[in-house]
């Protein structure tokens, strides 16, 4: 016989159903050397998004591997950034660099699908990005790539914003 749930276990599980897409991105082992011989650790990389342009990257380190996603997705959390997507894409063509990674996406037609790599695929993913092209150029250290897209997603701006700053209709500007 199943044993109730405690009304604490209850909160936390509906406070975990908040509507919110999580991926980990990648998972490192980590040594540290002291006189005594290596102490071994895990630092974890993971995104979280709403499904509908809000995004966060959080890194998370520990001695075990759940304890370090688990931190990673809280941190993520803490830091959401929204982005105006247009019809599960991009507004425009952008480029984000990173340290010696650049990243290149561009808006797709819909049913193309995600065309990208790993990390990259899935920021887009937890964002609710359907159809975009991506490419990775330089450096595809996890890390580097998912700050590189993040970086060119917060510079992209809608036709809207761009028509407000020419004082222009936003008609005149799709011309």
């Known amino acids: 016989m199943a044993k109730p749930q405690g009304r604490k ?16 991105v990648s998972i490192y082992r980590v040594t540290k050397v002291v006189k005594g011989g290596r102490i071994l650790g895990f ?5 979280v998004g709403d499904g509908d342009g809000g995004i966060g990257m959080g890194k998370g380190k520990s001695r075990e591997v759940p304890v370090a996603v688990q931190k990673a997705m809280e941190e993520a959390r803490r ?20 340290g010696a990674t650049k990243v290149l996406m561009s808006p797709a037609s819909p049913g193309t699908g995600v065309i990208a790599g790993g990390p990259m695929r899935a920021v887009f993913e937890v964002m ?3 159809d975009v092209v991506a490419k990775t150029i330089g450096s595809t250290n996890p890390y580097n790539v998912v700050r590189a897209t993040l970086h060119g997603l917060l510079a992209m701006s809608t036709p809207a914003e761009i028509a407000a700053k020419r004082g222009k209709a936003v008609a005149e500007i799709m011309e």
């Open 9 to 24: 276990q209850q909160q936390a599980q509906e406070e975990r159903d908040d509507g919110m897409r999580e991926k980990m």
């Open 43 to 47: 630092a974890a990389l993971t995104v």
């Open 79 to 98: 830091k959401m950034a929204k982005i105006n997507i247009k019809d599960g894409t991009l507004h425009h063509s952008v480029t984000g660099r990173h």
């Open 128 to 130: 609710g990005i359907t």
